[in-house]
Each structure stands twice: as structure tokens, then as C-alpha cells.
């Protein structure tokens, strides 16, 4: 039986939970509990994949040693991110706070499973990419239904996805897609921190619509 | 305010839309309302993006001369793709419905605009594919709205994504992430297509879950 997607007050909860959802960089360092994560992790292999391909490998890093390496990665390539802006850009973004990694209490490194033989290839013959693709749809699944659970979660990209491939000692064909900080936030917002410091504002519909 | 995302009944309903989001193949030809579809593109520009950088473009593809040529990529591109199954994979491949493109009353094309300036650059030097997986979120939050407002998308994938900007005439700097097709669903279901007819079946998250 369809469930009742009408019903009252669904689409305007589904709606502010889009509205809300935030990249969090700053995190309580309380713990997830186990049974929830994984909860949550079920729910994002409902997303879609081409092909039905589930190309996505999730990695729980959890060690010490594995943490550290991923620390110094994201220093490094920090620093190389802010020689490449000048005067008060520099000054901006010197000040933002770009990662969780200190504090939040989960972090996974999310793969995309290039040599994997399931989907059989569909759909991805022309476009390669489609495979990483459901990777996002994946992570971004886990995004909304983290958050509708008040667990925050930001999208780390200042890393250098190969080093940290190696760092993980991943199998063969594994490509980095995201990593995640996972915890209670500090703070709750609807607008992105980007907006609020200043660094960009949002567009309107009209600037990204055309027609053919 | 933040809403209450613990109100009861929300957070099984929100499950129930990921469980039941279909990549759809088979529509009603009856229109979307203008309104309608303009609102949804609107809940999918609450997407997250690195850097705030929104660099998703959407087009709606209105014109029959635009989705003849669209229509003809498909079947070359689908033709070409049949000839890589053998046998009983082939027969399969030959039976299923991969586009929508006939009945589908909306089309769109996404596209990421790879030469805006939006966002500054920031969390993009090391992983410059996090602008297109930011356009893959917003494709994703389009769909699970349309779900919820019973309408049904399918991600077109089997199609030459360089030709199809060509025939779109596309500015410079975009690239094709996703061809949509948007309309009322003939039929709703709970399991994939490609699970129903045997082409893949789901995986476990034990299977897809590791440590470090």
C-alpha cells in the first residue's frame, strides 16, 4: 500500500527540513549511538543508483591513527586553498571554520566502487560519471535523514582524495567521494554560513532557468 | 523557529518517500502544472553546494525539434549500448523501458555551469568535481519533492552528454549532469524496475560497510 504523501503537514515539514538541512562544521563531541548510524546508513542505500550499480562503500573512520592522517591531509591542503586568495579574501577565508574534524563524533569516508560488476553496466555506458553520481544521491540521502534526526553533517572537500584513498588502504577501484563529519551540531541555522559571514549570497530561480 | 522535525508521523513518512522514490520510465502524458514545477525547482535550488556555489543550470527542453534531437541520441546511444550484451543479458536489455522521453510531459536538462564565478573556488581545488556532484544534490532534492507531490522523475543516462549540450546550445562552460523526465506515473512501486524484472537485486549494508 502507497503511503499518503498528502497527509497533513508532511510537505511543509519536508520542505523547512530542505530549508534547514546545513553543511555543519561545528559539532557537540557527544556521541552518535551506534544502532542510530546505522539506521541512517540503511536509509541512504535506498538511494537511487544507475542501473541499480549501489556503488557506494561506506567507511567508518574511527582510529586514532586513520583520524590523524586525515587531520594533516586537510591542514595541507588548507593551507595551499588560502595562498590562492589575496587581501580580503584571504582575510575571510582564513577566518572560516571548514572542517568538524576535531570534534565531531563520526566520520566516514564514503567510496564509489568503480570495479564493482553490479548493475551490469547499464546506463553508464555514455556517461561514466553516473556511478559516482549515485554515490551523491547516497550521501546526500544520509544528509536529510540526519538531520530530520537533529544529527548534523558537513561535506569535507579539502582533501586530497588519492593521499586519502591511501591513507584508508582502500581496495583496488575505490574512489573517494565524500568525507563526513557526523555529530549533534553546535548550532542550528537556516542560512548557510557562507551567506552569513559575507563569502556569497544565494541566487533566484530566474538567474538559473532558460529555456530551449 | 526551528520546526519540529521529531513531530510524529514525519520522520516514517520521509522513510516511506525514500523507499518509495522510483526512477520512472513509465508516465501519464497529462501536464504539471507551471506553478507546480516552478515551486519544485525552487526546493531543489535548497540544495547544498560547495562553496555556496550553485552552479546548477536548469533547461527546460520545450521544443519538438529540441526533443527529436534528444529523442535520436537516446536510441543511437541506447542501440549502441544493446550491442554490448550477449545472450540472455541481451534479450533483457532489449525488454526494458529505459527512457520516458515519448510520454514524459516535462523534460529537463540540468546542466553545471563550470565557468561561474559563484562560491570563489572554495572547497574545489583538490576535488573540482564536487561543482558537479553540488548539481547531483539539487537533481536529487527535485526528485524525492516531485515523489512527495506525486509526481514522478526518471534520470535519463543513456545519452552522448556532449552531443545533447551541442543540440541544447548550451552557453560555454556547461556540462550536461542530467536529462529529466518529469510527469504523472503510470504506475507506482515500492521495488526498483530492475530489481522486478531481474536485472540486479539489492545489496545489505554489511555488504557495504567496512573500518579503519
Redesign the interface.
Known amino acids: 500500500m502507497?503511503?499518503d504523501?498528502?497527509?497533513p503537514?508532511?510537505?511543509p515539514?519536508?520542505?523547512?527540513?530542505?530549508?534547514?538541512?546545513r553543511?555543519v562544521r561545528h559539532f557537540r563531541t557527544d556521541e552518535i549511538p551506534e544502532a542510530e548510524l546505522?539506521d541512517l546508513?540503511?536509509?541512504a542505500?535506498?538511494?537511487?543508483s544507475?542501473?541499480?550499480?549501489?556503488p557506494?562503500?561506506?567507511?567508518?573512520?574511527?582510529?586514532a591513527a586513520?583520524r590523524a592522517l586525515v587531520r594533516e591531509n586537510f591542514r595541507r591542503?588548507n593551507e595551499?586553498?588560502l595562498s590562492?586568495y589575496q587581501g580580503e579574501?584571504a582575510a575571510l577565508?582564513a577566518r572560516?571554520k571548514?572542517a568538524g574534524l576535531d570534534q565531531a563524533p563520526v566520520q566516514l569516508?564514503v567510496f564509489c566502487d568503480g570495479a564493482s560488476p553490479?548493475?551490469?553496466?547499464?546506463?553508464?555506458?555514455?556517461?561514466p560519471?553516473?556511478l559516482?553520481?549515485s554515490v551523491?544521491?547516497a550521501v546526500?540521502?544520509l544528509?536529510?535523514?540526519a538531520?530530520?534526526?537533529?544529527i548534523g553533517m558537513g561535506?569535507v572537500?579539502?582533501?586530497?582524495?588519492e593521499e586519502i584513498a591511501k591513507h584508508?588502504?582502500v581496495p583496488p577501484g575505490w574512489r573517494l567521494?565524500?568525507y563526513l563529519c557526523l555529530g549533534r551540531p553546535a548550532e542550528?541555522h537556516?542560512v548557510?554560513e557562507?551567506?552569513r559571514v559575507g563569502?556569497?549570497?544565494?541566487?533566484t530561480?530566474e538567474e538559473?532557468?532558460?529555456?530551449?
Open positions: 502507497e503511503p504523501f498528502t497527509a503537514g508532511f510537505f515539514l519536508l520542505t523547512e527540513l530542505l530549508r534547514w538541512r553543511d546505522l546508513l540503511r536509509l542505500q535506498l538511494a537511487p544507475v542501473g541499480l550499480s549501489q557506494w562503500r561506506f567507511m567508518r573512520v574511527r582510529s586513520a591542503c595551499a586553498a590562492g579574501d577565508y572560516l571548514l569516508a553490479t548493475g551490469r553496466g547499464l546506463g553508464r555506458r555514455t556517461m560519471e553516473m559516482e553520481y551523491v544521491t546526500h540521502t544528509w536529510l535523514a538531520r530530520a534526526k537533529g561535506w572537500s579539502i582533501l586530497d582524495p584508508l588502504q567521494i565524500a542550528t537556516i548557510p557562507l551567506e563569502w556569497e549570497h544565494r541566487q530561480l538559473l532557468l532558460v529555456e530551449r
